[in-house]
């Protein structure tokens, strides 16, 4: 089955600085990269998708870039601002099926 | 957009005693909802496929006559958690897969503690 992995575990940052988080897959067949924002004891949040027809998506401070030859995916957020302080998750879905397959995810901290 | 209404959000029940969640997707039809389990800063691990009108299908791993799923039609599913013990204790979410665009939507997610 897919194995998605995801670096780092903790991200501290100083507020207004950029903040990247990497994501690799097994399944070559995977096709649908949802990034997803997660504070404490509520629901993720999709914040950006990508599907394996474009290689970038970006969305104000948001941008995801996609890799299919190295199978790997990123999270890159800009000018970052304390609210932003959350766990990130990337995940993954393989064509054909329907589940999501996660990381485990990434503790931003963003410092005033 | 595409929203799941997950009931309760917070249980808190003695051991051996029995649990439902409920999910109920409110403006589609789902056919297919996931649940997943959250233990305290792990992700979220899939715990089963519920298909309406049919069996679920349960990741390895998982105990199906411990975790019922039901999906007996296309607005809800629910999972009960029976016997349950204080292991059992976790954040469980339901999520849906919309029917046009194909991303996924949460619940709001049951914080279950046994006691």
């Known amino acids: 089955g897919e194995n998605v992995e995801q670096h780092p575990s903790t991200l501290s940052v100083q507020e207004g600085d950029s903040a990247v988080i990497k994501c690799t897959y097994s399944d070559s067949a995977s096709n649908y990269f949802p990034w997803y924002k997660q504070e404490l004891g509520k629901r993720p949040q999709l914040i950006i998708d990508i599907r394996s027809n474009v290689g970038e998506k970006k969305d104000q401070r948001i941008a995801v870039t996609l890799n299919k030859t190295a199978k790997h995916f990123s999270l890159h957020i800009t000018e970052t601002q304390p609210e932003d302080s959350a766990v990130y998750f990337c995940a993954s879905v393989a064509s054909g099926y329907s589940t999501l397959t996660f990381g485990k995810g990434t503790m931003l901290l963003v410092s005033p | 957009g595409a929203v799941v209404s997950q009931h309760p959000s917070r249980v808190i029940c003695k051991s051996g005693t029995s649990v439902k969640i409920e999910c109920r997707s409110l403006d589609f039809q789902a056919t297919t909802m996931f649940w997943y389990r959250q233990f305290p800063k792990q992700s979220l691990m899939l715990m089963a496929t519920?298909?309406?009108?049919?069996?679920?299908?349960?990741e390895q791993g998982v105990e199906k006559d411990k975790f019922l799923i039901n999906h007996a039609s296309l607005t809800l599913s629910t999972l009960t958690v029976t016997s349950a013990h204080p292991e059992d204790s976790s954040f469980y979410i339901c999520s849906a897969r919309f029917p046009l665009s194909g991303g996924y939507t949460f619940g709001s997610g049951t914080r279950l503690t046994v006691v």
């Open positions: 519920s298909n309406e009108g049919s069996k679920a299908t349960y």
